[in-house]
């Protein structure tokens, strides 16, 4: 694996991430804490690891830029635009989210898993989608 075949790991990443969460969502929905609990540990553990090879490909290849005109590039930047805002706004966010259950501050953690949980999902969707649209299209 080179430095240029982690674009395809990121997406990958993204898409486990948004399974994962998925099914913990799904998990907690039906009493199911235990499997919760590690599907949303597992989320984060591979959100971790998405952003360490991110960081990586970014460090050693700089920006790439969209070579897509037209409409496609307004519908590329409105969603690069808000993936990246929710991106690093999400992240506070998960960590609270992550220590309160930890701590079974359930009541704590329920209240800000409401908001975190649907803008972790639609970062990690639309990560994928920026990946198709600069790599794919």
């Not at 591979?46 to 969209?66: D, E, I, K, Q, R």
């Not at 898993?113 to 803008?119: D, G």
Request: glycine content about 6%.
């Amino acid at each position: 694996m080179t430095v240029y075949d982690l674009p395809t790991l990121n997406a990958s990443l993204n898409a486990l991430a948004t399974v994962l969460l998925t099914a913990g969502w799904y998990f907690i929905r039906t009493g199911q804490r235990h499997a919760h609990r590690l599907c949303m540990l597992s989320a984060f553990g591979v959100s971790a690891a998405f952003l360490t090879s991110y960081l990586v490909y970014h460090y050693n290849v700089g920006s790439v830029a969209f070579t897509g005109v037209g409409a496609i590039r307004v519908v590329y930047f409105t969603i690069l635009i808000t993936h990246v805002v929710l991106a690093a706004a999400i992240v506070p966010m998960i960590l609270m989210s992550l220590s309160r259950a930890l701590s079974s501050r359930f009541d704590q953690h329920r209240r800000i898993a409401r908001w975190t949980l649907p803008l972790w999902l639609y970062v990690s969707v639309t990560g994928v989608v920026v990946y198709w649209m600069l790599y794919r299209l």
